[in-house]
């Protein structure tokens, strides 16, 4: 298979188990996860609705700062894994915003460090009030 063969069957599913670590790291406030998901760098980026994590630093201090629990996700609408060869992978997922009017989106860019495995080098989540067509 080519270095850009996309969605190879277990590469999707080993970030699929990754993102749904990652998931549960949120609701447990378990932070070590959380930190060792992301791409330890002054370049790995989380931009979220109040806050603009530029750099590892930031982004962890925002998880030690976060209250633990389900957060903002009552319901998943969607989620996409996209893989691009062994090494690339963004992760989308569309979700019913808990107890309000509106649609969250959360979207990742995953890379394969030989050395450090899989880490998200990107982040990004938003809400929307409108209900996008799926």
């Known amino acids: 298979m080519s270095d850009r063969t ?6 999707v599913e080993e970030v699929r188990q990754l993102f749904e670590r990652y998931e549960q790291a949120l609701i447990d406030k378990n ?17 979220a609705n109040h806050e603009h994590g530029y750099g590892f630093d930031r982004i962890h201090a925002h998880r030690v700062a976060r209250v633990p629990g389900p957060g903002t996700k009552e319901k998943r609408l969607r989620l996409d894994i996209v893989t691009v060869g062994r090494g690339i992978a963004t992760v989308t997922l569309v979700y019913k915003v808990r107890g309000r009017e509106m649609t969250g989106r959360q979207m990742q860019t995953w890379v394969r460090f ?10 990004h989540v938003s809400m929307i009030g409108e209900t996008p067509v799926l």
């Open 114 to 123: 030989p050395d450090a495995g899989w880490k998200v080098i990107a982040a």
């Open 6 to 11: 996309p969605n190879i069957p277990e590469v």
């Open 31 to 47: 932070v070590e996860v959380l930190d060792t998901t992301f791409w330890n760098s002054p370049y790995a980026i989380r931009l």
